[in-house]
């Protein structure tokens, strides 16, 4: 329940194309002792956040955390000096002291606990920008004075995994964490957005295929569509006028990503990113396959804090998807800065999809890689499969030039058998199923290819029948 009269202090400007998300303000409560946001950069934690906080009417305090406060010292240092400028405390308050103390305090924690009980009556204390409180004693601290001080709540926006996530906090205090993928716009939060922004004049009314097509493109990451709108009111194409929509390129994000690539100093980020920006979803044994990096979770996880990907709800091996507007731009950068390792990648994803039983994945992966027999090996092992997305297979397949479907006599009768279920397109049908026989009768006359001819023999006569 939201209350008229703000009462905690600090609390910064809601942006004004902030989007009230219901869903997410009704799970936070100041009777819960610590709630986690954890999200990329552009999801909006601290708008949300601010938000509720504006309008809460319990007493409390808003820090905004800077690199300066990674250590336990600093960190305590900037919350107490923030609760004292409050007036949450007395000015001889034992929080008073903790900024002169410094190194020199034997039991922080003890005196941490002790000022906190100070605090006159039910506090919220709100953490932004946690990201920075790298020293893992400032989580234990804020566990201990949690456990202590039922008369306080903590809320932290992060934009990374911190100790304050681990399962074993959640045995010893309510816990409520509203994670990435829960930031992600949906289509009704997309479609009131852009109604609101997205004509000319600032509101307008979108088709349900604008709508869907803005929600594909941005993967309903808030920063992805505030940057496409941003960049259609700049260029002056409300999206209001559907043909707009195609000459929307994402440049507001696109030049932020190549800021990020060129500011990684030792390229090792970047190459990582490139490496597997060729993969759909990015799991950690993926990963380490396609980059041959070492701390790939750490790369990972700083792809995930710089809003470049959000990790898929109960995906298996947790699996990293890059947002559809920096993937196309990493896909492109991959293409000029890396393009001699882009076959060998693509053939590692290939046969990692066919052993996981995603045969229309493996064969996209194995004609990117331009290897034919591994694509006539997937088109062998898993017809059955392929041919119940026969639009998909015969899109994928007419893509092959005819001099290599020559002599890939599987490939060739896969598309015939896709192109004979179209009346319209029977006659082409039999030109590939005759091209399947005649390469299949080709490798057998030169070798080792009976057993491939016979298998292609039996194959297309179990097809046809």
Known sequence: MLHPTARISGVPRVPKEHLTRPRLLQQLDVETALTVLRAPAGSGKSALLAEWAGAEST??????????????????????????????????????????????????????????????????????????????????????????????SVMVATRIRSALDDATVALTLDRTTIDGHEFLFTRAETAELLARWGGADGAGDLPPEAVERVHAHTGGHPLMVRALLMEARTEGRPLTDESHLDRLSGNIVRESVRRTLAADADGELSLFLLRTSVAEVVTEPLARLLSGAEDVSAHLHRAEALGIGAWLPGHRGAGLRYH?????????????????????????????????????????????????????????????????????????????????????????????????????????????LGLAVWGGCGTAARGPGPRRSSSWTCWSRWRCA
């Open 59 to 152: 007493d409390g305090a808003w820090v905004t955390l800077t690199a300066d406060d990674r250590t336990r010292t600093s960190f305590w240092s900037t919350v107490a000096t923030a609760i004292q400028e409050a007036g949450l405390v007395a000015p001889d308050s034992v929080l008073a002291g903790v900024p002169h103390l410094g190194a020199h305090a034997t039991d922080l924690q003890r005196v941490l606990v002790r000022g906190m009980h100070q605090l006159a009556g039910r506090t919220v204390l709100v953490l932004d920008d946690f990201e920075h409180a790298t020293d893992p004693r400032i989580a234990e601290d804020v566990c201990a004075v949690l456990r202590q001080c039922a008369h306080l």
């Open 324 to 432: 559809p507007v920096i993937r196309e731009l990493l896909r492109e950068e991959a293409e000029r800065r890396i393009p001699g390792e882009l076959p060998a990648l693509h053939a590692h994803i290939a046969r990692r999809e066919l052993v996981e039983g995603s045969p229309l994945a493996a064969l996209r992966h194995a004609l990117a890689a331009e290897d034919d027999d591994l694509a006539s090996r997937v088109v062998m092992v898993c017809a059955s499969q392929l041919l119940e997305h026969r639009e998909e297979l015969r899109e994928l397949l007419l893509g092959v030039p005819l001099s290599r479907m020559r002599h890939q006599p599987f490939l060739a009768g896969a598309l015939g058998l896709t192109l004979n279920a179209d009346p319209w397109q029977r006659v082409r049908a039999v030109q590939y």
